[in-house]
């Protein structure tokens, strides 16, 4: 046997060693690398610290940073109005929280203290599952209460919560800045990703490849009418707009995906002439951002009659093709609406509400018994972990641990080839950035880079190094703490949400078999997006449960054998209708 081979068959055997649940924990995802992600972790973090020095006012520094690196670990890429707002909801509540941490510190004691940041876990879970804004503010609340319990901040009562706004608005500033010359960017690229992720579809039809294509031709439509969904009032659908051309082009790549997946059904390799009618599609139909005026014409002059296809229509699926590629969003006043959000049930709000406020309070009580007044690490960290609407629980208590034992380890590097404060400041530009590229690839990248970013502000507080090595047996309570309560609470909370997730997926594609065939357009391409949205949204379920230990193992592979079953069934009634299929 060759070495190569050796080497394989050796990572296949440990590969078959890990059990999936920890394999899937530990994946990372794939993405191309976020340049300015990491340009703006770094300046958020490092300027304020950097004008601080200057100033004479190091811990203010400390906060305004504090405050912009939480909001560039928040950042995404959604159209800037949502991710404005996503920013200043976590300015606004860690400000509030640092403000009510801060009093219980400056006139409480330790038992006021332990009772304000139950009361603060308690407020944060309940606010929490209000949906994804109302995550973010609700986790920051939590976060902004704990360092304003641990970290004595100078100045009046106000200089804090506002030095932590402030930091949160510079990052703010950072991420829309682009906004000035490239304001629909985000847009423009998801309706691309579309049409690109069509074009692989085609090239893998016929071949072992063609439904995990087809399963990303879907997220990426998914994406795309998330973000165009905030636009999607008829006012900016009909206007010559940047915007407008956009939605036109959403509704062209509704109608190529439909196509595409008739043609995929057809299971058969399809030429280069058909493969890359996507591209010229998007040639087309995708204007050019234009911020603030209307788009011009990417085709030029309108022609006399509609293009004829690069290719011989001869099935079905090439005559639905051709179709599209006449005139694409012919017929369609179809709008990204977005997707309906069902609110969690009274009694789950208030498990939830009620388990973050009780392990809050232990982990205060246990930082209060390790530190003393500075053991906000111990709370900070559980209120990093316990969001279930982030991932599962496991894995990210998995993470956080790993990254944090690597942080401590980097941060001994940093302690003995660094002591002055102003290179100090540079290592925080350096791992700002790799916290907010690990923000997109793997949790405990992410928690790497904010371990080293902590030491760097503990250094600028004057506070204790030796404070440091401990966090990692702070970390490990915390997660110990948070698996504890949740999976003694709710050991099945994997398998109830994933099934949930497939009944509802089964729902919406029996409904659209049945309305399908006599609906019109608009409704037919409603009932499919709903139905392979709510599929996407089954499959998500499912690997994010796959990531958690549990106890019924072979429940796992039933639902995930629904879930096919349904994208089959998907798949084929598409097919029958773009064939012109009536009941």
């Avoid at 641990?150 to 100045?155: D, K, Q, R, S, Y």
């Avoid at 043609?263 to 591209?279: F, N, Q, Y």
């Avoid at 302690?415 to 997109?440: E, H, N, P």
């Avoid at 080293?452 to 309570?477: A, K, M, N």
Wanted: proline share 8%; aromatic share 6%; hydrophobic share 50%.
């Amino acid at each position: 046997m060759s070495e190569p081979t050796a080497l394989r068959a050796r990572a296949g055997t440990l590969r078959g060693a890990v059990p999936g649940w920890l394999g899937r924990s530990l994946r990372a995802a794939r993405a191309p690398f976020p340049r300015a992600a990491a340009v703006r972790g770094a300046l958020a973090v490092s300027v304020p610290l950097m004008v601080g020095l200057l100033a004479g006012h190091p811990v203010a520094g400390v906060v305004v940073g504090l405050g912009g690196l939480w909001a560039v670990g928040q950042d995404s890429a959604a159209p800037y109005k949502a991710r404005a707002l996503r920013i200043a909801a976590l300015g606004g509540s860690a400000a509030v929280g640092l403000l009510a941490g801060a009093t219980a510190l400056r006139y409480g004691d330790a038992v006021m203290i332990a009772a304000l940041l139950a009361v603060a876990g308690v407020v944060s879970g309940w606010v929490s599952v209000g949906g994804p804004l109302a995550s973010v503010a609700g986790m920051h609340l939590l976060l902004g209460a704990t360092v304003g319990t641990g970290i004595p901040v100078p100045g009046p009562w106000w200089a804090g919560p506002l030095e932590l706004l402030g930091g949160a608005l510079f990052a703010l500033t950072l991420t829309c800045l682009p906004w000035l010359w490239r304001r629909h960017s985000p847009e423009r690229e998801a309706v691309i990703a579309v049409f690109d992720a069509a074009e692989r579809a085609l090239s893998r039809a016929g071949t072992s490849g063609a439904t995990e294509a087809r399963a990303r031709m879907t997220l990426a439509l998914n994406t795309a009418q998330d973000l165009l969904a905030v636009h999607s009032s008829r006012k900016h659908a009909e206007r010559p707009t940047s915007i407008g051309g956009l939605i036109t082009a959403f509704r062209a790549s509704v109608q190529l995906v439909e196509a595409v997946t008739a043609l995929m059904v057809e299971g058969r390799p399809l030429p280069p002439a058909v493969v890359r009618v996507p591209s010229l599609l998007a040639a087309r139909v995708v204007p050019p951002v234009r911020a603030g005026r209307p788009a011009p014409d990417a085709s030029g002059p309108v022609p006399d009659r509609e293009p004829e296809p690069p290719f011989t229509a001869d099935t079905p699926g090439l005559r639905a093709l051709a179709e599209v590629y006449r005139a694409p969003g012919r017929s369609l006043t179809l709008l990204p609406d977005p997707p309906a959000y069902a609110g969690p049930r009274l009694a789950d709000r208030l498990r939830f509400a009620l388990l973050l406020g009780g392990c809050t309070l232990a982990a205060a009580v246990v930082a209060y018994l390790l530190h003393g007044p500075r053991g906000y690490w111990l709370p900070m960290t559980v209120a990093f972990l316990y969001k279930p609407d982030l991932g599962p629980v496991f894995g990210r208590a998995l993470n956080r641990c790993l990254g944090t034992v690597a942080g401590v380890g980097m941060v001994a590097v940093v302690a003995w080839l660094v002591t002055d404060q102003w290179a100090l400041t540079l290592v925080a530009a350096v791992f700002g950035a790799v916290m907010a590229a690990g923000v997109r690839y793997h949790y405990a990248l992410s928690t790497f880079g904010l371990t080293v970013i902590v030491f760097v502000f503990i250094d600028f507080l004057g506070d204790d190094r030796q404070l440091l090595p401990s966090r990692v047996l702070e970390t490990v309570i915390a997660a110990a703490l948070v698996l504890t309560a949740h999976f003694l609470t709710r050991p099945d909370s994997w398998r109830v949400r994933a099934e949930l997730r497939v009944a509802a997926a089964d729902r919406a594609w029996r409904r659209y078999d049945r309305r399908a065939p006599a609906a019109s357009p608009d409704e037919r391409h409603q009932l499919r997006r709903t139905a392979y949205r709510r599929l996407a949204e089954a499959r998500q379920a499912l690997d994010t449960a796959g990531a958690e230990p549990h106890r019924d193992p072979d429940r796992f592979p039933v639902l995930e054998r629904r879930v096919a079953r349904a994208e089959q069934g998907c798949d084929a009634i598409t097919a029958y209708v773009v064939a012109g299929g009536r009941r």
